[in-house]
């Protein structure tokens, strides 16, 4: 078993930038790869970013350039750096981490994250 906290929301402006963290704790060898996901209502939730244990990364063209996702192997904590933020990036960021077998994914709380002035 796997357990996901996380931290880091919070009320922003435009243009503002804030981190989020996502530590795991149990069974970490279990985990591949590890990511942000992220839904506002009414939509269907939506991928932000992923990152797998060699450090190789993937972003929505959403946030290409303007969020960094990394990670901190020794604190089992990924982080998810975001910049530029516009009001479209309002959502409840979600933690996420896939098992190497193929049982379902591990998901954090969520983290509300509000753009606006």
């Known amino acids: 078993q796997v357990r996901l906290v996380e931290s880091g929301g919070g009320l922003v402006q435009p243009g503002g930038s804030l981190r989020l963290s996502c530590t795991a704790y149990?069974?970490?060898?279990?985990?591949?790869?590890m990511g942000w996901y992220r839904q506002t209502p009414g939509k269907e939730r939506e991928l932000v970013a992923t990152i797998n244990p060699y450090g190789i990364t993937n972003y929505a063209a959403s946030v290409k350039g303007r969020f960094t996702i990394y990670r901190d192997n020794a604190k089992n904590t990924i982080y998810l750096q975001l910049n530029t933020l516009k009001p479209e990036d309002t959502a409840v960021y979600s933690c996420n981490a896939r098992p190497l077998s193929s049982a379902a994914p591990y998901w954090g709380q969520g983290t509300q994250v509000t753009v606006s002035s």
């Open positions: 149990g069974s970490i060898l279990s985990i591949d790869v």
